[in-house]
Every structure is written in structure tokens, then in C-alpha cells.
């Protein structure tokens, strides 16, 4: 099963309603808004009764709980207030029972009952595909610690506690099953991160002697078993006979060890689907991105499947997926154009042919498919493109009927200089389109997750020209956070090397109202990464898919990020990508400047401070609807001398505001 497959199938399995999690802090979540559950007492009530699921749970529990030992004489009446007021805001899930009561929620409604039964299915399979794709999404599922913020005397302890293990043991049987999947190299950083947070786990510094010593370092798996012995021994403890046993095959390189994973190099055709433009993304609601890519996706399954394909991966908006011949993958890259001609924005499509490698678990890799996304990024929506290769594998096929036309040699980077590219003459399509949108990014490509030091990588946010962007949990603290991937080409770069440090240690002392907080970095060979906080609350390109702002939610915008900007650049910081996407909010509505630049800042001067404004000045023009007043008297104030800057700006924008609106700014 594949990844997305599964994440299809949670998703199908919740019931429309409330979603309850407990997971992290306590959350009620009613059509993707979250409700407000009073106050702290309240909060308690709830949470000792979603423990208890499915049980009664005596009122007599639930008073000490929320009042300890010092319960005041009302209490009884109290608790029977909660319940009266939570039963209002979540419905009928609590019921009275006996001298208590019962949450009986459907278990697809927790997210900690969902997580119980993912790893229960995944212990009862034997595929480790399916079982690591099980384990995965269920350990996604966590926010934080366990009923975080929620304080019940002590009551909660025993739950926690076992969530807490259910999560060890989870985390154990996905990497497990990695390793049974050939993913060793992959799992080296996360279980030096596993091994550093759980030091007397003894399972954990198995496995990662195990991925080390598959991955040829044998020496480094030693060393790392001998890092538990030398603990233990401080401890007055002896290493299990597990450990020494493996110490000891290790030792003498026992070849059963050794899994063999060998790819299977095979001549195929790959095949990836994107949307047209992803900037056409921004302006769509949610909800409308969420159901566009949703029915593309399924189109493309259908298109594969039927012309005897397979899916392998999907990267955001992006599908991949291999054909054993040519003639397969133009066949179901023109159903997959015609099924999907009626929504906006249109698919575009690209196939490369060449050898790719196929290991256990499904995963494949290999030249083409860099290439054929590299070509996917100059295509227009409803377009079809084919490399040099993929022309030369479907005309030897011998195939008729299959209309093509060349449209010369580009210059595509990542492809071969000069590539000769060609276009599938698709039913229904007009045969010529604009030029090919040379320059455009690719979408991101299905790469191994890789581990970062002290984090859990998770979703996938997506890839720009300097890294990926991924979601992440951070389990010592219990909280989820932004981790963004620096690409090896700029990490390694020596002008990189000399400025990252520098610019990220300014960035993380800025400490402003409206400035997300840079938490952590790090540099090393071959990689670099930042760790920002996770802002729940979507950008203002979400908001912006509604149409323009309110004249009053657009001033505090730009007193708020004028504020922001002023500040960095006192602080000899600029930003150097002020837009939409960049500018979050968190569950409340307020507003953040996030992504500053590091490792390729621009010298801080007049120029680089004078690009921020105006990028801030573009991004105000997109957000209000009239903007032709506002315009002059903006475009009077940039001849005034010290401007443009963020505060300049601010004044000249109050002044605007003040001479066009009734409302007093």
C-alpha cells in the first residue's frame, strides 16, 4: 500500500463531526476550526473522560481531578455544569452513566484511539511496505506530549505514561521495518537522534548497529554499542545478551547479517504529473486545492493502473510513476489529460525513459526521473511532454496512431545541454502552446526521508531553489516545528560556508511580536538546515485565494510587518523574499514574517533594504482591492529622502489610509 493510499484511507475512515486530540495540547476540531473549550477546569472534565473512553468515569474521579484534595463543597454541581457545557459544544459523545459519565465518541474521532489501532494493524500484517506506511502516518498523528497543558492531579499519569511507551514501541517496529526494506543508510541520523534521547533503550542501539554495519561501517557500529555498554556499566548494569550478541556477530562479520536488497536495474518509462503552475495553487481556497489535487490524483491512479503502470510516489502536488514500455506511458498520460480537462489549473505532464533501479518496498530511483522532472517544470498545463529518450523508445515500439511533433533543442537545466524535446498530440487539445516555460523549478523529487539530528522529518511542505521544507517533530520537547533542508550544492558552496553561521545567529536573535523564531541550525558536509516554528494557522497566499483583505485587516498587515521589517534591518538583517508565503499566521490570527534569508543574504545597504520595502509594497498592492489612490500617495513618498524604508513606508501607508478611509487609523 502506498503512502498515499493509506493517508486516503485514514482520512475516509473519520466520521463528519467533532475530531478530538489529545495528542499534544488538548484540541476540539469541528469542520477544521478549532472550538473553544473554556476554561481549565472544563479542559480537565474532557480530557478524563476521552482517557476513559468507552468506561465510566465516576463523578467522584472527575471532582478530584479537577480540584485535588480541596474540592469545595459545590463541586458535584460543578462538574455537572462542565459536562452540561461541553455535551452543548461536542454533542451527544458524552453520556451519563450510572454515578458518572462516559465519552463514547467513535474511535476514528481520537486521534489517540487512531493511533492504538494503526500500530495494532500493523502489527498484524506481514508486508513491511504497509506496516512502515501504517506506523508512519500514526506516529504523524502526534503534536506534543500526550494532554499537554491539561492538569488533573496526577490522574492523567498512567495514560500518558502509556501513550508514551505505545510510541517507543511504534517508533521500534517502523524502524524495523525499514531495515527489513534495505532503508539502512537512510535511518543512521534518526537513530543517532533515537539513541541520544533514549540512551537506555536497548533496542534502539541495536538497530543502529545494525543500519551502521549494513551500511559498511563497522567500525562506527561498534563504537556505538560500546557507548551503551560503558553507560550501563556506570549504571551497575550489564548489556542484555541481545546486545552483546550482535556486538559479537558484528565483531566477526556475520553475513547473515547482511540483507540482500540489490536493486533490480530495469529499462523503463517514468511518467510525472504536476499542476500546471503551482503559483495558480495560491489563489485557490483550501478547501478548492485540497478537492483539485485530490481528483487529479485519483485520475492519474486510474490512468496508471489501467495502462499497467505503478505509482511510486507522490511529492506535494506531483505524482510519479513507471511503465515497463513507452507506449504504456503516453497512453496514460493522454487519459490521464483527458479525464481531467474540465478543472483548473490543468495538469502538465512529462516522460523520460532510461534505466532506473526498483529495491524491495517499492521504492525506485535513477536518472530519469530528475530529468523527466526538470522537463515536467517547462511545460504548460494540458501539455505532455516527451525526452529525447522516451521519443526514441515509443517510435523503435513500432507503435501507430500516436501523434508527436518536435519542438527542438532547449536548454533545460538538469537535463542533458541541447535536449531535443518532443509533445504528445493528446484528443481534444489544442496542438500548439506558448513557449516552454524554461527557468520554471521542478516539482520535488521523490528522494529517501533523511534524518536530522534531534528531529522526526514528516510531511513534505515542499522545495524551492535553495532546499525542501519539511514538517518535523521535535520529540524532547514535544512539539512540531519547520525544518528546512539546505541542498547539498549550497551547503558545500564556500561563499554558504562563510555566511551561514554569521547570518544565522543574527536571524535567531531577532525577537519581535511578528518575526516566526528561528529555533535551531546546523551545517555540516554535504548538508544544512534550519528549524523554524510550525505557524498553524496557513499564509496569507491561503487568504488571498478568498480575494482582496479587508481595508482594516490590511492596515494592521502592514503596521505589523512594517514593524517586523524595521526592526531586522535596525538589526543589520534583511529579509530578501518578503510574500505571501512567507507571511504566517498561528491558531489565533496572529501575524508572522517567516523565512529570512540565510547563507545568501544580500549586504545589508541601502539596495537590499530598499528590496524588502518594495516587495512589502507589492504585497500590499495584492491585498486590497482599490489600490489607485493608495499608489500616488505611496509613489509621492518614495522621493522623499530616507525612503524607502519599512518605516518610511508604514507613515506614508497611514497617511494613505488616512485620506481614503472613514475609518480613523
Not at 352 to 378: K, N
Request: net charge negative.
Amino acid at each position: 500500500m502506498t503512502s498515499s493510499a493509506v493517508h486516503k484511507e485514514v482520512v475516509a475512515a473519520y466520521r463528519d463531526g467533532v475530531d478530538f486530540r489529545v495528542l499534544g495540547p488538548l484540541e476540539v476540531v469541528e469542520n477544521g476550526q478549532r472550538l473553544d473549550l473554556g476554561g481549565p477546569k472544563q479542559r480537565t472534565v474532557l480530557a478524563l473522560l476521552i482517557a476513559g473512553a468507552g468506561r465510566q468515569v465516576p463523578t467522584g474521579s472527575l471532582i478530584e481531578g479537577v480540584y485535588g484534595e480541596e474540592a469545595p463543597d459545590r463541586a458535584h454541581r460543578s462538574i455537572h455544569t462542565f459536562i452540561s457545557n461541553l455535551r452543548g459544544m461536542v454533542g451527544d459523545v458524552i453520556e451519563r452513566r450510572g454515578d458518572g459519565y462516559a465519552f463514547v465518541g467513535h474511535r476514528a474521532q481520537v486521534d489517540a484511539l487512531q493511533f492504538e489501532d494503526l500500530v495494532g494493524r500493523a502489527a498484524e500484517g506481514r508486508d513491511p511496505g504497509q506496516a512502515r506506511e501504517l506506523l508512519r502516518v500514526a506516529l504523524e498523528l502526534w503534536r506534543g506530549h500526550p494532554y499537554a497543558e491539561v492538569e488533573a492531579h496526577t490522574l492523567l499519569e498512567p495514560e500518558i505514561t502509556r501513550l508514551h511507551e505505545m510510541r517507543v514501541a511504534a517508533i521500534e517496529s517502523r524502524v524495523d521495518a525499514d531495515l527489513e526494506l534495505g532503508r539502512d543508510r537512510e535511518l543512521i541520523a534518526e537513530l543517532e537522534t533515537l539513541t541520544t534521547e533514549y540512551p537506555l533503550n536497548e533496542r534502539f542501539r541495536s538497530l543502529q548497529m545494525l543500519a551502521l554495519y549494513r551500511a559498511g561501517r563497522q567500525g562506527e557500529a561498534l563504537r556505538a554499542g560500546e557507548k551503551t555498554r560503558v553507560h550501563l556499566l556506570e549504571m551497575g548494569l550489564d548489556p542484555s545478551p541481545e546486545l552483546r550478541d550482535l556486538e559479537q556477530r558484528i565483531l566477526s562479520q556475520d553475513t547473515t547479517l547482511i540483507l540482500d536488497l540489490r536493486p533490480s536495474v530495469r529499462r523503463a518509462s517514468v511518467l510525472v504529473a504536476d499542476v500546471a503552475n503551482p503559483d495558480e495553487l495560491a489563489v485557490l481556497l483550501p478547501e478548492e486545492r485540497h478537492r483539485l489535487i485530490s481528483s487529479q490524483s485519483a485520475a492519474i491512479d486510474h490512468a496508471v493502473a489501467t495502462h499497467s503502470g505503478k505509482v511510486f510516489a507522490q511529492r506535494g502536488a506531483a505524482v510519479y510513476a513507471w511503465f515497463g514500455e513507452a507506449t504504456d506511458a503516453t497512453a496514460a498520460a493522454a487519459g490521464a489529460q483527458i479525464a481531467t480537462a474540465r478543472w483548473q489549473p490543468r495538469l502538465r505532464i512529462a516522460i523520460a525513459t532510461g534505466d532506473v533501479d526498483e529495491i524491495a518496498g517499492g521504492e525506485v530511483s535513477g536518472p530519469p526521473i530528475s530529468r523527466v522532472a526538470a522537463l515536467v517544470a517547462v511545460a504548460h498545463g494540458g501539455q505532455v511532454l516527451l525526452s529525447s529518450d522516451a521519443h526514441t523508445a515509443l517510435t523503435s515500439s513500432g507503435s501507430a496512431g500516436v501523434g508527436i511533433r518536435s519542438l527542438g533543442a532547449h536548454t533545460i537545466p538538469g537535463m542533458h545541454a541541447d535536449e531535443l524535446v518532443y509533445q504528445l498530440e493528446v484528443d481534444g487539445e489544442l496542438p500548439d502552446f506558448p513557449p516552454l516555460r524554461i527557468g520554471e523549478l521542478p516539482p520535488p523529487l521523490p528522494i529517501s526521508e533523511r534524518g536530522v539530528l534531534g528531529y522526526e522529518l514528516r510531511e513534505d511542505l515542499g522545495a524551492g531553489p535553495y532546499g525542501e521544507v519539511h514538517r518535523a517533530y521535535q520529540p524532547s520537547i514535544g512539539r512540531e516545528v519547520v525544518v528546512k533542508l539546505i541542498r547539498p550544492e549550497f551547503a558545500n558552496h564556500a561563499d554558504f560556508i562563510r555566511r551561514f553561521e554569521v547570518e544565522a545567529q543574527l536571524v535567531a536573535r531577532l525577537e519581535h511580536p511578528h518575526i516566526a523564531p528561528l529555533l535551531d541550525f546546523w551545517r555540516e558536509p554535504d548538508g544544512a538546515f534550519l528549524v523554524m516554528r510550525w505557524l498553524r494557522g496557513g499564509s496569507l497566499a491561503d487568504r488571498l485565494g478568498g480575494g482582496p483583505l479587508p481595508i482594516d485587516d490590511v492596515d494592521a498587515l502592514v503596521r505589523d510587518l512594517g514593524s517586523a521589517l524595521d526592526y531586522a534591518h535596525r538589526h543589520g538583517v534583511v529579509h530578501g523574499g518578503v510574500k505571501p508565503s512567507n507571511v504566517l499566521f498561528d491558531d489565533d490570527g496572529n501575524v508572522y514574517l517567516s523565512d529570512f534569508s540565510v547563507g545568501r543574504l544580500a549586504e545589508v545597504g541601502g539596495d537590499s533594504l530598499a528590496r524588502d520595502v518594495k516587495q512589502l509594497a507589492r504585497l500590499v498592492d495584492r491585498c486590497v482591492d482599490d489600490t489607485s489612490q493608495i499608489d500616488e500617495l505611496l509613489a509621492e513618498a518614495t522621493t522623499e529622502p530616507g525612503f524607502p524604508s519599512a518605516a518610511a513606508f508604514v507613515g506614508a501607508w497611514v497617511a494613505a489610509i488616512g485620506s481614503t478611509s472613514e475609518a480613523p487609523v
